[in-house]
């Protein structure tokens, strides 16, 4: 049953893009990728749910987005998993989320016992009031009833009726993150391919670079020559080099 929303199948993927029915299944088939893109890469799902103003199914819908979006913009002739691809475009778009909409990634008990009061207050009325009239009710700032208000703004859902259309319809056909993603993937997997061939001081030399250091500080660092760093950051290089002509 599994092999039929098998998404590095070729004819999987196009099916999504044209059948909304089969996209809804193959997303349910494939959510354990939603969760795991999110625990490996941002954090564990039930700390961030603990300390945040977020429900479950929230995240989920995030991730949802970011799964549609690499449906939609994945392609299948550049040699890269979809798999690999919906993990970058799912974790991108959740953290997109949380530093938009929840800037405050370690809130307060006293913001987290707030936001869920409005929240309670927001839903026995049925509607949002102004943060004038929040403000009244709990007798505290509006300032800190908009800061709340924001951090914990609602995700809107992939059905959700917005004017004539659902978010699932907003979410363009065309999407920017194709060439980006696969460039950082090729990166990653040029690394991997490359380390490989490296010695363990040439590995933490090339590990010291990708983080930042200078050769002068990186031979500091070990305590070794300049020359020594430059000769294997020149042989890193060809070695890269070599990868991607063979990849062409």
């Not at 799964?67 to 798999?83: C, E, L, Q």
């Not at 778009?93 to 307060?108: A, F, G």
């Not at 040439?202 to 760093?229: H, P, Y």
Request: glycine share 4%.
């Amino acid at each position: 049953m599994r092999s039929k929303y098998k998404l590095d199948n070729k004819e999987v993927i196009l099916k999504c893009r044209s059948d909304k029915n089969f996209l809804g299944e193959a997303m349910l088939a494939n959510e354990k990728l939603i969760w795991h893109s999110i625990h490996k890469y941002i954090g564990n799902p039930d700390y961030i749910l603990k300390n945040s103003c977020f429900e479950k199914d929230d995240l989920l819908q995030v991730g949802r987005i970011g799964f549609i979006k690499a449906i939609k913009a994945f392609d299948y002739n550049r040699g890269v998993k979809f798999s690999s691809f919906a993990v970058v475009a799912i974790v991108r778009e959740v953290k997109c989320y949380l530093r938009d909409y929840y800037n405050i990634i370690r809130p307060t008990r006293t913001a987290n016992d707030l936001a869920t009061k409005i929240k309670r207050l927001i839903e026995s009325l049925g509607y949002q009031p102004p943060p004038e009239q929040i403000a009244e009710i709990f007798n505290i700032s509006i300032d800190k009833v908009i800061k709340v208000l924001q951090v914990g703004q609602r995700v809107r859902y992939l059905e959700e009726p917005i004017n004539d259309y659902t978010l699932m319809d907003t979410i363009e056909d065309k999407v920017d993150i194709e060439h980006e993603i696969v460039n950082q993937l090729y990166i990653e997997n040029t690394l991997k391919t490359v380390k490989k061939l490296l010695s363990e001081d040439e590995k933490r030399i090339l590990e010291l670079n990708t983080g930042g250091m200078n050769q002068t500080q990186i031979a500091k660092q070990e305590n070794i020559s300049q020359m020594k760093v430059s000769r294997v950051m020149r042989k890193i290089i060809c070695l890269i080099e070599e990868n991607q002509k063979h990849l062409l």
